[in-house]
């Protein structure tokens, strides 16, 4: 008999709760949406069409993982058209069609990284820059307005919906409790990390297993350290 998954606490969507599965998607739903609308306001002079297939890439990160670094609004604007522009020198100047795909991508990813904007459809961005370059006009216009345009929308529609559904975005890092006195050494068990990510309501982009391990290891860091210091004494 077919199941439905169990909740992920981390890692993936949750079922319930104000971040689950129907808030990503009625979010991306109004973000592509509008994002569209934007796209079909140029004239057909440019005949690219009304919008780019890696915004809807975009719309699942910023409206499914908002707190995710990879979904922030620099991410998604500098990180998209960074890309495109990068795929568009290279499509122009490189001749060979695999080679200047490949190149294209290579160069976003050093581009995105170095300019703080990291995101991952800004690598498809950077793949259409390339094809681009085939247009008539070389693709300048014709890719880079319209992929403005719909990242303008998406980034807007992202700020509002976010924010009015109780998850501010730019994301606001939680800010870290209070120290525990020195000398008092103890340890979690997963179901304190289960009840902790249930009180924070967000979709973290890590694995629940790998912050339990990194935990873990903070543990045994600590208990080394005060181990050493009592040594010492």
Known sequence: MFKLPRPMAIGQL?????????RGATGALIGVALAAVFGLSLPDTYHWPWIIAPIGASAVLVFAVPASPL?????????????????LIVGNTVAVPMLAAGLSVGIAIAVMTYTRCLHPPGGAC????????????????????PLLLNVIALIGAGWLYN???????????????PTPEIGWAGAYERADLDAVLEE??????????DLDALFRAVERRVMRRWQDERTKR
């Open 14 to 22: 949750r079922f319930g709760g104000r971040l689950g599965w129907a």
């Open 71 to 87: 979904a922030q609004p620099w991410s998604v604007l500098g990180g998209s058209m960074l890309s495109a522009l990068a795929g």
């Open 126 to 145: 950077a793949i259409v820059g390339t094809l681009a370059a085939n247009a008539p006009d070389g693709g300048w216009l014709g890719l880079m307005l």
């Open 163 to 177: 924010n009015l559904t109780g998850h501010a975005w730019p994301h606001i890092p939680v800010q870290a409790p």
């Open 200 to 209: 924070w309501d967000e979709v973290l982009d890590v694995n629940r297993q």
